[in-house]
């Protein structure tokens, strides 16, 4: 199953999420709540909730090369909304946008390899 993502018409196949075992982690996705709160002129606190949830998606690898590394962090910088789309939940593609991008340098048996999570939220329609 292939985790894609990129400009629309080019996007990339991503490496598969891996643990340092090698076993698949969990990819978990979640929803983002839109709430405004305001305080009240009375000290009262009310919360206006978005009609729109964005969805947020966690992809992780424990050991990933630097041409892996490299390709993500191209992705990253785009600073566009990107097509994504995840075979292990769904066959729907998604516009999402890169929320966070982490890259940690680990060795694993006398390599560098790299720990790697991106984070993407899903943008409006």
Do not use: C
Not at 45 to 66: C, D, H, Q
Not at 86 to 91: L, V
């Amino acid at each position: 199953m292939d985790i894609k993502l990129g400009l629309l018409g080019s996007e990339v196949t991503l490496p598969v999420v891996n643990e340092m075992i090698g076993t698949p982690p969990p990819l978990p996705e979640g929803y983002r709540k839109q709430v405004d709160m305001e305080t009240m002129l009375d000290g009262s606190t009310r919360g206006n909730v978005k009609a729109f949830s964005p969805r947020m998606f966690s992809l992780p690898w424990a050991r990933l090369p630097i041409a892996d590394v490299t390709t993500l962090i191209g992705l990253a910088e785009k600073n566009v909304r990107l097509h994504y789309q995840n075979a292990w939940h769904s066959a729907t593609w998604r516009w999402v946008m890169v929320a966070d991008l982490q890259v940690t340098p680990v060795v694993y048996i006398g390599t560098v390899f790299y720990r790697v999570t991106l984070e993407l939220l899903e943008v409006g329609p």
